[in-house]
T-cell receptor
Framework: KAGVTQTPRYLIKTRGQQVTLSCSPI?????VSWYQQTPGQGLQFLFE???????NKGNFPGRFSGRQFSNSRSEMNVSTLELGDSALYLC?????????????FGSGTRLTVV | LAKTTQPISMDSYEGQEVNITCSHN???????ITWYQQFPSQGPRFIIQ???TKVTNEVASLFIPADRKSSTLSLPRVSLSDTAVYYC???????????FGDGTTLTVKP
């Protein structure tokens, strides 16, 4: 079956711009989580969506936002980009229920802010 | 979520068994222990998950003592392709918010 698909794979943006990243979860997975990974901070949780509702949120400024659609696809948006937002953004999806076996991650979107 | 502590790095040779231990003293009753593997510029990949005692799948084993304050990921007969960062996570099985620690960088040498 198809895995978690993130688009685009690479992105270069200028400071002050905004960006939207997309994530298509595994079919049937209703939970989608987003993570930011940088060499200095490691993997940091951004937020989680389940059934179109944000269920958990990490410690990121309001410039980072997301949403989930009725087909479980999710987008995250970063406004007013800063150089420090350069990172690998990872999306993960999961079945939620009694037999949950962890999260399946996509390959990520590499965002470079110049 | 429970904080985890892992060794920063480990070295091994091809064909050896590798054991990576994770400490999680504050694990809660409903917490599961999950291990992920990550290669550079890729997302983490689920390896194994357990609650207590021993769990084994086709790639690894997970040993959890009775007090559950630690766990050990065992990789049998590692190869060069097992060189990666390994993360131990502790939390509810269906939690969307997972706290990744610094992970253990495993380097397998020929």
């Amino acid at each position: 079956k198809a895995g978690v698909t993130q688009t685009p794979r690479y992105l270069i943006k200028t400071r002050g711009q905004q960006v939207t990243l997309s994530c298509s979860p595994i079919s049937g997975h209703r939970s989608v989580s987003w993570y930011q990974q940088t060499p200095g901070q490691g993997l940091q949780f951004l937020f989680e969506y389940f059934s179109e509702t944000q269920r958990n949120k990490g410690n990121f400024p309001g410039r980072f936002s997301g949403r989930q659609f009725s087909n479980s696809r999710s987008e995250m948006n970063v406004s007013t980009l800063e150089l420090g937002d350069s990172a690998l953004y990872l999306c993960a999806s999961s079945l939620v229920g009694q037999n949950n076996y962890g999260y399946t991650f996509g390959s990520g979107t590499r965002l470079t802010v110049v | 979520l429970a904080k985890t502590t892992q060794p920063i790095s480990m070295d091994s040779y091809e064909g050896q068994e590798v054991n990576i231990t994770c400490s999680h003293n504050n694990i809660a009753t409903n917490d599961y222990i999950t291990w992920y593997q990550q290669f550079p510029s890729q997302g983490p990949r689920f390896i194994i998950q357990g609650y207590k005692t021993k769990v084994t799948n086709e790639v690894a084993s997970l040993f959890i003592p009775a007090d559950r304050k630690s766990s050990t990921l065992s990789l049998p007969r590692v190869s060069l392709s097992d060189t990666a960062v390994y993360y131990c996570l502790v939390g509810p099985a269906n939690a969307g918010k997972s706290t990744f620690g610094d992970g253990t960088t495993l380097t397998v040498k020929p």
